[in-house]
């Protein structure tokens, strides 16, 4: 027995004090202070965090001061780590295990995750949770006793942190982690989105709104895919040059089209419109240019960003009816993650999917509010957040 499960069994079944990165307060600096984690309950494992990544959907919770925001709250969501102890009633994974927390729960037992066509689980349909899904109660205190809510099942910035089972997913170890973390969100989430839900077909034309990580990754997705054209919009110009890392053979700055419409300006470039058009943003607005500009007969558009709550879409239904075209929502990509995250695994060992580049910065726990820093100023992708490196 190697040197951590000897430590793992000493800490089985007993409350476990670590550090945390705690949100007090909306957009207020994290907190890092020692919190308290409770052994797992039924059908959950604790799990050791080896690192976590930072996504824009953690600074979109952190800032928003309105439900489902709650506060104090531990945030995070993209992370790999090794399972510390489990429940007696689990069997499928073991201390020991590498595993990915993903907030899409796949719990196998459900229609829709038995089913090919979905990874919507009805068991545990997914919403943006602040208590653990099965009993709906914490599994972290702070040293007063006061409750801290979770996130989204997941609640990564935390040194160990409890799961339940359908959101876990084991990997492969030979991935390195600072990789493997991307694939709990935003990676496997645009990849996703051109392999599964759009299916990209080589020889096809692509255009995106918004070149953001997800964008990037949506670009990846469709240059495996063997997307002839792929055409990245934005508003800032430098994403051009950096694009290209991913696949990008066409840009277009959204504030120089003149007295064009975005979406004109993409029907010109492609004589009648893009095969596939995906929305990265999370605007209203911008998903009514995508579905412009995706080709009559046989266009998609996948939405993929996420909006402002109510925010609401209005298409004709004579336009509905007469232009042919797909419009479809894109949650975690439409994979599903205890079959799908191996395969992407797999893709990348074997160096057809690059994740290597999104990785733009790396902290320590320490600094996890300079991650925060450097996506709000634009300068990062994905910036890994090490809790013990």
């Known amino acids: 027995m190697n040197a951590e499960k000897v430590e793992f069994s000493r800490t089985a079944g007993k409350p476990i004090r670590c550090r945390a990165a705690v949100a007090r307060e909306a957009g207020e600096p994290l907190v890092i202070e020692e919190v308290i984690v409770a052994?797992?309950?039924?059908?959950?494992?604790?799990?050791?965090?080896i690192c976590t990544s930072l996504c824009f959907s953690d600074i979109t919770f952190w800032r928003l001061k309105v439900p489902p925001a709650c506060f104090p709250r531990i945030l995070g969501h993209e992370a790999v780590g090794v399972v510390e102890s489990v429940a007696e009633d689990v069997h499928e994974l073991a201390p020991g295990d590498t595993v990915l927390p993903i907030f899409l729960p796949d719990c196998a037992e459900c229609t829709d995750c038995q089913s090919n066509k979905s990874n919507l689980c009805s068991k545990f349909p997914f919403h943006v949770a602040s208590m653990m899904p099965r009993d709906g109660t914490s599994r972290f205190t702070d040293l007063k006793g006061e409750t801290l809510f979770h996130f989204i099942y997941t609640s990564s910035f935390s040194e160990y942190t409890v799961v339940d089972v359908a959101s876990v997913?084991?990997?492969?170890?030979?991935?390195?982690?600072?990789?493997?973390?991307?694939?709990?969100?935003?990676v496997s989430t645009g990849v996703g989105a051109a392999l599964r839900t759009a299916n990209v077909e080589s020889g096809s034309t692509v255009a995106i709104f918004g070149l953001g990580a997800i964008g990037?990754?949506?670009?990846?997705?469709?240059?495996?895919?063997?997307?002839?054209?792929?055409?990245?919009?934005?508003?800032?110009?430098?994403?051009?040059?950096?694009?290209?890392?991913?696949?990008l053979t066409d840009f277009v700055d959204s504030r120089s089209c003149g007295n064009k419409s975005i979406s004109q300006v993409i029907t010109d470039m492609t004589d009648g419109g893009a095969d596939y058009c995906f929305e990265c943003v999370g605007l209203a607005s911008l998903v009514h240019e995508a579905y412009a500009c995706c080709r009559k007969g046989w266009g998609k558009t996948v939405v993929v960003g996420v909006d402002k709550p109510g925010s609401q879409l209005t298409f004709?239904?004579?336009?509905?009816?007469?232009?042919?075209?797909?419009?479809?929502?894109?949650?975690?990509?439409?994979?599903?993650?205890?079959?799908?995250?191996?395969?992407?695994?797999?893709k990348y060992l074997d160096k057809e999917l690059e994740l290597d580049k999104f990785v733009t910065h790396e902290v320590n726990f320490e600094e996890i509010n300079r991650a925060f820093e450097l996506l709000l100023q634009g300068k990062s992708l994905r910036c890994v957040i090490w809790m013990d490196k």
């Open 39 to 49: 052994p797992p309950k039924s059908r959950e494992v604790r799990i050791k965090i």
């Open 216 to 247: 990037l990754a949506v670009a990846e997705g469709a240059r495996i895919a063997g997307a002839k054209r792929i055409i990245g919009v934005d508003i800032n110009p430098d994403k051009h040059e950096i694009g290209k890392k991913f696949g």
């Open 169 to 186: 997913t084991k990997i492969d170890p030979a991935i390195p982690p600072n990789r493997a973390c991307l694939l709990s969100c935003g």
């Open 316 to 346: 004709s239904s004579f336009e509905v009816l007469h232009m042919g075209k797909t419009l479809v929502g894109s949650l975690y990509g439409g994979l599903k993650p205890k079959t799908d995250v191996p395969m992407l695994i797999k």
